[in-house]
């Protein structure tokens, strides 16, 4: 249950970040927004992890570099130029295909064996994300291919990140997403001066208030989450938090925004539940092949000599 509250949690962090992303992409450039979120998370963990034992970090210093360029770097700026050409409900099911990508990269690239639950339950979220993110007005003039290759890749970066990812085995996740920001602000540092001009921003208070809790929530804090769910139960599983993201901004913009909730997004929401429910059936049967194995070595009894 943890797994999924986590997981949960993860989510409704990352769907709530489109209203306050709202607020000020209109006046804050993508590349300068990216920057001031990396910069403002890093520093959030890094007030953090003055409470926690020192260590040595060195040793993933190559993993922190390659993270921050697939998590950070590379699917933010895809995704910014991806979207002036593609709907956002076009976008959101391209990018919902990071747990496909990722199942792809584990089996054919890594060799990793994957259960028939994941496969299953993998395909079957994708299917409840199509049905929920289908757009009501017709495919017609929804995208380019341009948009389309854009948003793909930027879905392959994020999955090559988890994989990454889930290679940070030892050590504290607010020690090592804090080492992954810290290093995507340095490269989007120049990237923000040369692409855009950072110190000619004009924003209000609402819009200050909007990009610090951009920074310290969607990007320090919900990492943070992120790196210790695939600590403790893999970049697969963690991957379905891009299935669940489009079911909070569905449900937010009912609830804050009076959009319409229709018959379409019902559907869509339960086939997803119903591919969380069967990663679940995977979990409960791997713990009951170990009780199995603890009931035949408590039955062995080692003969006398």
């Known amino acids: 249950m943890r797994k999924y509250s986590l997981l949960l949690l993860i989510s409704c962090i990352w769907g709530s970040q489109f209203f306050f992303v709202a607020l000020v ?13 990396a910069l403002i998370g ?7 992890s003055l409470f926690l034992k020192r260590e040595n970090y060195l040793a993933n210093s190559k993993l922190y570099i390659g993270i921050a360029i697939f998590e950070v770097v590379i699917p933010f700026v895809l995704i910014a130029q991806g979207q002036k050409y593609v709907s956002s409900s076009i976008a959101s099911m391209l990018i919902a295909m990071v747990p496909i990508i990722t199942l792809i990269l584990f089996v054919f690239f890594f060799n990793k064996k994957v259960s028939p639950f994941q496969t ?14 289908w757009p009501t007005q017709g495919m017609g003039g929804s995208g380019t291919v341009l948009g389309n290759v854009l948003l793909l890749l930027a879905a392959l970066s994020f999955a090559f990140s988890l994989i990454l990812m889930e290679k940070l085995e030892d050590g504290s996740p607010i020690v090592h997403m804090r080492n992954i920001l810290g290093i995507a602000t340095v490269i989007l540092l120049p990237m923000a001066f040369i692409l855009e001009q950072p110190l000619l921003l004009s924003i209000d208070g609402i819009q200050i208030v909007s990009i610090v809790i951009l920074g310290i929530f969607h990007a320090g804090i919900v990492y943070m989450l992120y790196n210790l769910l695939i600590k403790s139960e893999g970049a697969l599983f963690a991957s379905f938090s ?10 937010l913009g009912y609830l804050m925004l009076k959009e319409p909730l229709l018959i379409q997004h019902f ?3 339960c086939i997803i539940l119903c591919a969380l429910l069967l990663s679940k059936e995977r979990v ?6 170990v009780g199995n194995i603890k009931e035949v070595n408590v039955g062995y009894k080692k003969s006398p000599r």
């Open 42 to 48: 890093a520093i959030c963990l890094s007030i953090m």
């Open 120 to 133: 299953v339950s993998i395909l079957l979220g994708f299917l409840g994300i199509i049905i929920l993110s």
């Open 267 to 269: 559907i869509g929401i």
């Open 242 to 251: 891009n299935y669940i993201v489009p079911i909070v901004g569905v449900l």
């Open 25 to 37: 992409t209109n006046d804050v450039g993508a590349v300068t927004l990216s920057l001031l979120k």
């Open 284 to 289: 409960v049967e791997k713990k009951q092949e």
